[in-house]
Structure formats: structure tokens, C-alpha cells
């Protein structure tokens, strides 16, 4: 019965409104949690999973793709195409394609590549109308790393979110804004404090 009457006194002064009238103002003067893209960005972390690419091995230039198809057998959505070839028992990519519109950006590939062959950049700006341009070539995909590191000159192979499982982490060296020192924070000290420590 209780809960009846206040049901219906709820009812009557229309609580439920207030209630909702009173968070919206909260709201209205609150911090707003978003910006103003893309006139304001936030801060890409290393680990973020946008568009694809082939590394270039750091001597040669050259992909270090080595074609041992484990990123197409392990991608879930089936959207990576290699074609190889053995030439005086080497592989050779001729071609490596991903279908980015079909890809879930799972990063299973990136995990089992065993060279570090592969990764999911931190750029994530290439929507497009035309859905061919986001099959990327083996060309493209190298162009991609280009783009990248021209954006991370100091900062690229050794990002820890792109090393194989199963490699031990402590057999790669650190990233470079991983070994970049903590900034220093400049803090005041009074007279009187310099006194104090000196006199300890
Ligand atoms: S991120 Fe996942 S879905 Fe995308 S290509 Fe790699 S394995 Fe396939
Ligand atoms: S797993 Fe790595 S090395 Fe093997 S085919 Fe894929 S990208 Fe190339």
C-alpha cells in the first residue's frame, strides 16, 4: 500500500522528469568527456590496432615477409591472401593481400607471424567511399609501414604489441618511447627548506 501511494505521489509531481531535467543541467556544466575531432585528437597508445602493414627489413628495404602463410591460416575472417613461390629454395612473396573492409581487427596475425613480419599500425584515419581501396597490396601494405614510421621516425620495429607469442619478450629490445626518461617536474624549494636540508 505504502509503495502504492508513493508511486503515485511519484507519479503526480512528475519525479521521474526532475530527476532526469536535474542530471541534463549537471551535465550542461560538467567536463565534456569528448572533442572536438578532428580539430581536437587524443593521444594514439602503442597497441592501438589500425591499418595494416608490412615491415621493411631494416637493411635490406625489402619486406621480411618470409611466406610461411601462418597470419592466413590463423585470420578468422579469411582475409588475407599470399602468393609465393620457391626459387632456388627460397620463398618468395611475389603478392600479399588484406582485405581490410573484412578484417575485425582481432590481431591474431600479428601474434603469430614468427618475424615480426606484420603489424596493425597506430593510424587509423583512411575511411573512403571506394571499398577497393581498402585492399591493400603487398605495395600498399609496405607503403603503409612508410607512412608509419615516417610519423614514429625514432620509434618503430620493436613495439611490444607486435612481437610474436612464443618468442621470449626479453630477447627484444625495448621500444624507444618505452626508454624515452620520465620528464622531470620541476619543484620550488623555499629558503627555508634549503635551510632545514642543509642543517640535517
Ligand atoms: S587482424 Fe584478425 S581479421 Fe584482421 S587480418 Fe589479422 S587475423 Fe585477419
Ligand atoms: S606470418 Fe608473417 S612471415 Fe608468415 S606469411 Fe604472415 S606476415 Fe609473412
Redesign the pocket.
Known sequence: MKEKIKEILNKIFLVEIFKGLLLTLRMFFSKPVTVQYPYERREIYPGFRGKHALVRDPFSGDEKCIGCMR?AT????K??YIKREKIENKMIVIDYV?DASR???????VEACPVCALI?SEDFEYSTYNKEELVFNKEKLLRNWDEFIKKWPEDFYFNKFWQPSGIDPSRWPKTKREQKPIPIRKIEITKEEKRVSSTD
Open positions: 597470419c590463423v585470420c578468422p575472417s582475409c588475407i588484406i578484417c575485425v581487427f582481432c590481431a591474431y596475425c596493425l
